[in-house]
């Protein structure tokens, strides 16, 4: 079988991004493994993680679903309704970035800072770390958003929008087990 030069580029970045999700794994499991460590020193301040995080798993969640909806419509050849599952998929995951300033700004609130105790600082740096890369995925969702209004996704073409959902999904099971982690190993 050859392969066209539009398939072998696909393959390419697919593995791309493959490699990007393990080098991000790597980096969640380093931060988490620290945190484990540095929590059987001592010293680590007890508190409650605001209610506004359960909103962003939420939100995060149902954005999944729409996306996989998107995926499944491009599939399927619903040309229309990709459009429209990709923009609440976008509201959605700029709604979860929304909650995450939100928590933060709660946490202040009961003087959780980023600059103070260890359990302090490590909230921050995860929740933090996942907003950045959270941040990519919605720079990339968007465009992804931009093409599928000019009708670009179909049942023949799919790919880029494949690529999007998939890594969409990955930060959406990285944010749960991130959330459940800072709610569980305390």
């Not at 991004?17 to 988490?32: D, E, H, P, R």
């Not at 798993?57 to 309704?81: D, R």
């Not at 105790?117 to 990339?140: D, K």
Request: glycine letters at 4%.
């Amino acid at each position: 079988m050859i392969l066209s030069e539009d398939n072998k580029r696909f393959k390419a970045v697919k593995m791309l991004m493959y490699l990007y999700i393990i080098s991000v794994i790597m980096i969640f499991a380093g931060l988490t493994s620290a945190y484990i460590v540095r929590k059987a020193e001592g010293n680590w301040r007890f508190f409650e993680l605001p209610n506004v995080f359960w909103m962003s798993t939420i939100m995060i969640l149902m954005s999944s679903i729409t996306h996989h909806l998107a995926l499944n419509s491009a599939k399927k050849n619903e040309i229309t309704k990709i459009s429209t599952y990709l923009i609440i998929t976008l509201i959605l995951g700029i709604g979860f970035a929304f909650t995450q300033f939100i928590g933060w700004q709660k946490l202040v609130g009961i003087k959780v800072h980023l600059v103070g105790n260890p359990s302090e600082s490590f909230v921050y740096i995860l929740t933090g770390m996942h907003l950045v890369h959270m941040i990519g995925a919605i720079v990339f969702l968007i465009w992804v958003t931009v093409k599928s209004l000019k009708y670009y996704f179909h049942q023949n073409n799919y790919q880029a929008l494949e690529l999007c959902a998939k890594f969409w999904h990955f930060l959406d099971f990285l944010w749960v087990y991130l959330f459940f982690f800072l709610l569980l190993i305390r």
